[in-house]
Protein backbone atom coordinates (compact mmCIF):
# COMPACT_ATOMS: atom_id res chain seq x y z
CA UNK A 1 0.00 0.00 0.00
CA UNK A 2 3.05 2.33 0.56
CA UNK A 3 3.87 2.21 -3.11
CA UNK A 4 0.20 3.71 -3.94
CA UNK A 5 0.49 6.44 -1.01
CA UNK A 6 3.53 7.45 -3.53
CA UNK A 7 1.84 7.17 -6.31
CA UNK A 8 -0.64 9.52 -5.29
CA UNK A 9 1.17 11.97 -3.88
CA UNK A 10 3.32 12.41 -7.64
CA UNK A 11 1.48 15.24 -9.81
CA UNK A 12 1.69 13.27 -13.08
CA UNK A 13 -0.23 10.24 -11.79
CA UNK A 14 -2.93 11.95 -9.72
CA UNK A 15 -3.09 14.23 -13.58
CA UNK A 16 -3.77 11.46 -15.54
CA UNK A 17 -6.44 8.93 -12.85
CA UNK A 18 -8.35 12.76 -13.53
CA UNK A 19 -8.18 13.22 -17.43
CA UNK A 20 -8.94 9.25 -17.41
CA UNK A 21 -11.82 9.25 -14.63
CA UNK A 22 -12.53 12.40 -13.51
CA UNK A 23 -12.46 14.22 -10.42
CA UNK A 24 -15.15 11.14 -8.81
CA UNK A 25 -12.15 9.02 -10.02
CA UNK A 26 -9.23 10.78 -7.51
CA UNK A 27 -12.24 10.24 -4.82
CA UNK A 28 -12.56 6.63 -5.56
CA UNK A 29 -9.23 5.66 -5.80
CA UNK A 30 -8.35 7.55 -2.35
CA UNK A 31 -11.07 5.79 -1.33
CA UNK A 32 -9.74 2.58 -1.89
CA UNK A 33 -6.24 3.33 -0.71
CA UNK A 34 -4.90 1.59 1.77
CA UNK A 35 -7.69 -0.62 1.82
CA UNK A 36 -7.51 -4.46 0.18
CA UNK A 37 -11.42 -4.38 -1.18
CA UNK A 38 -14.24 -2.77 -1.70
CA UNK A 39 -17.61 -3.30 -2.82
CA UNK A 40 -19.44 -0.65 -5.09
CA UNK A 41 -21.69 0.16 -2.09
CA UNK A 42 -19.08 0.26 0.86
CA UNK A 43 -17.54 3.02 -1.62
CA UNK A 44 -20.20 4.93 -2.07
CA UNK A 45 -20.88 4.95 1.77
CA UNK A 46 -17.26 6.23 2.22
CA UNK A 47 -17.68 9.31 -0.40
CA UNK A 48 -21.15 10.00 -0.64
CA UNK A 49 -21.03 9.90 -3.99
CA UNK A 50 -24.28 8.28 -5.67
CA UNK A 51 -24.24 4.72 -6.58
CA UNK A 52 -24.41 4.97 -9.90
CA UNK A 53 -21.35 7.53 -10.38
CA UNK A 54 -19.78 5.18 -8.19
CA UNK A 55 -20.02 2.49 -10.50
CA UNK A 56 -19.81 4.82 -13.68
CA UNK A 57 -16.05 5.95 -12.26
CA UNK A 58 -15.34 2.27 -11.45
CA UNK A 59 -15.98 1.24 -14.75
CA UNK A 60 -13.75 4.25 -16.37
CA UNK A 61 -10.90 2.70 -14.02
CA UNK A 62 -11.18 -0.52 -14.81
CA UNK A 63 -11.50 0.34 -18.71
CA UNK A 64 -8.23 1.84 -18.35
CA UNK A 65 -6.99 -1.14 -16.14
CA UNK A 66 -6.68 0.59 -13.02
CA UNK A 67 -9.03 -1.00 -10.68
CA UNK A 68 -9.89 -4.75 -10.81
CA UNK A 69 -12.50 -6.67 -9.29
CA UNK A 70 -13.17 -10.36 -8.19
CA UNK A 71 -16.95 -11.26 -8.34
CA UNK A 72 -18.66 -13.62 -5.33
CA UNK A 73 -22.13 -15.15 -5.49
CA UNK A 74 -24.50 -14.41 -2.36
CA UNK A 75 -25.32 -17.28 -0.47
CA UNK A 76 -29.10 -15.55 0.25
CA UNK A 77 -29.60 -13.96 -2.70
CA UNK A 78 -28.01 -15.71 -5.01
CA UNK A 79 -26.84 -12.67 -6.46
CA UNK A 80 -23.24 -11.59 -7.45
CA UNK A 81 -21.11 -8.96 -5.84
CA UNK A 82 -18.08 -7.47 -7.38
CA UNK A 83 -15.31 -6.96 -4.63
CA UNK A 84 -13.23 -4.12 -6.30
CA UNK A 85 -9.35 -3.56 -6.02
CA UNK A 86 -6.52 -1.15 -7.28
CA UNK A 87 -4.12 -1.60 -9.46
CA UNK A 88 -2.42 1.81 -10.02
CA UNK A 89 0.94 -0.14 -11.69
CA UNK A 90 -0.50 -0.05 -14.94
CA UNK A 91 -1.04 4.29 -14.75
CA UNK A 92 2.77 4.07 -14.81
CA UNK A 93 2.91 1.58 -17.84
CA UNK A 94 -0.02 3.83 -19.73
CA UNK A 95 2.34 7.28 -19.05
CA UNK A 96 5.34 6.12 -19.82
CA UNK A 97 3.98 5.04 -23.11
CA UNK A 98 1.90 8.42 -23.78
CA UNK A 99 5.45 9.74 -23.09
CA UNK A 100 7.02 7.30 -25.61
CA UNK A 101 4.79 8.77 -28.47
CA UNK A 102 5.23 12.13 -27.87
CA UNK A 103 9.18 11.90 -27.48
CA UNK A 104 8.64 9.76 -30.92
CA UNK A 105 7.14 12.48 -32.83
CA UNK A 106 9.81 15.14 -31.01
CA UNK A 107 12.43 12.73 -32.09
CA UNK A 108 10.87 12.69 -35.75
CA UNK A 109 10.78 16.88 -35.76
CA UNK A 110 14.45 16.68 -34.53
CA UNK A 111 15.99 15.08 -37.00
CA UNK A 112 14.04 16.95 -39.75
CA UNK A 113 15.44 20.03 -38.50
CA UNK A 114 19.11 18.70 -37.95
CA UNK A 115 18.87 17.76 -42.10
CA UNK A 116 17.35 20.59 -42.66
CA UNK A 117 19.60 23.33 -40.85
CA UNK A 118 18.43 26.14 -42.47
CA UNK A 119 15.01 26.50 -43.28
CA UNK A 120 12.68 29.04 -45.26
CA UNK A 121 9.68 30.07 -43.26
CA UNK A 122 6.66 32.07 -45.24
CA UNK A 123 6.51 35.49 -44.16
CA UNK A 124 2.71 35.78 -43.73
CA UNK A 125 3.02 33.23 -41.41
CA UNK A 126 4.08 34.36 -38.15
CA UNK A 127 2.95 30.91 -36.35
CA UNK A 128 -1.32 32.11 -36.28
CA UNK A 129 -1.91 30.05 -40.11
CA UNK A 130 -0.86 26.23 -39.52
CA UNK A 131 -1.09 25.66 -43.41
CA UNK A 132 2.28 28.06 -44.44
CA UNK A 133 4.89 25.13 -43.56
CA UNK A 134 8.82 25.79 -43.16
CA UNK A 135 10.16 24.57 -45.99
CA UNK A 136 13.79 22.97 -46.45
CA UNK A 137 15.92 25.01 -48.98
CA UNK A 138 15.46 22.63 -52.30
CA UNK A 139 11.67 22.52 -51.98
CA UNK A 140 11.91 26.48 -51.54
CA UNK A 141 14.25 26.78 -54.22
CA UNK A 142 11.69 24.92 -56.66
CA UNK A 143 9.18 27.07 -55.30
CA UNK A 144 11.10 30.28 -56.45
CA UNK A 145 11.48 31.61 -52.73
CA UNK A 146 7.42 32.04 -52.68
CA UNK A 147 5.12 30.04 -49.95
CA UNK A 148 3.16 27.29 -52.08
CA UNK A 149 0.43 27.47 -49.67
CA UNK A 150 -0.32 31.58 -50.04
CA UNK A 151 1.79 32.83 -52.20
CA UNK A 152 3.71 35.05 -50.02
CA UNK A 153 7.65 35.47 -49.71
CA UNK A 154 10.17 33.17 -48.01
CA UNK A 155 12.63 33.92 -45.56
CA UNK A 156 15.72 31.96 -44.12
CA UNK A 157 15.06 31.01 -40.70
CA UNK A 158 18.10 29.22 -38.71
CA UNK A 159 16.47 26.71 -36.63
CA UNK A 160 19.03 26.11 -34.05
CA UNK A 161 17.31 27.67 -31.54
CA UNK A 162 14.40 24.81 -32.54
CA UNK A 163 16.72 22.37 -32.05
CA UNK A 164 17.65 23.38 -29.09
CA UNK A 165 14.33 23.91 -27.83
CA UNK A 166 13.42 20.27 -29.10
CA UNK A 167 16.62 18.83 -27.34
CA UNK A 168 15.53 20.33 -24.04
CA UNK A 169 11.45 18.54 -24.35
CA UNK A 170 12.60 14.98 -25.20
CA UNK A 171 15.43 15.37 -22.05
CA UNK A 172 12.66 16.64 -19.58
CA UNK A 173 10.45 13.79 -21.01
CA UNK A 174 12.95 11.14 -20.87
CA UNK A 175 13.72 12.04 -16.95
CA UNK A 176 9.83 11.65 -16.50
CA UNK A 177 9.59 8.57 -17.06
CA UNK A 178 8.96 6.51 -14.57
CA UNK A 179 10.26 3.19 -12.92
CA UNK A 180 13.19 3.12 -15.41
ZN1 LIG B 1 2.46 31.21 -46.78
Known amino acids: MKV ?23 IIVRALRGKKEATDEQLAEKTGLKLNVVRRTLYKLYENRLAA ?16 HLDLFNAIYQLNS ?19 EILFVCASN ?5 DCSRLP ?32 QIKRLEGEKRGK
Request: charged residues 30%.
Open 126 to 130: NGAEG
Open 69 to 84: YRRIRKKDSGWLTYIW
Open 98 to 116: QKENVIGQLRKQLEFEKQH
Open 4 to 26: ENKLLRDPTIVDYLQNVAGEEGL
Open 137 to 168: FTTAFEHNFTCPNCGGALTQQDNIRSVRALER
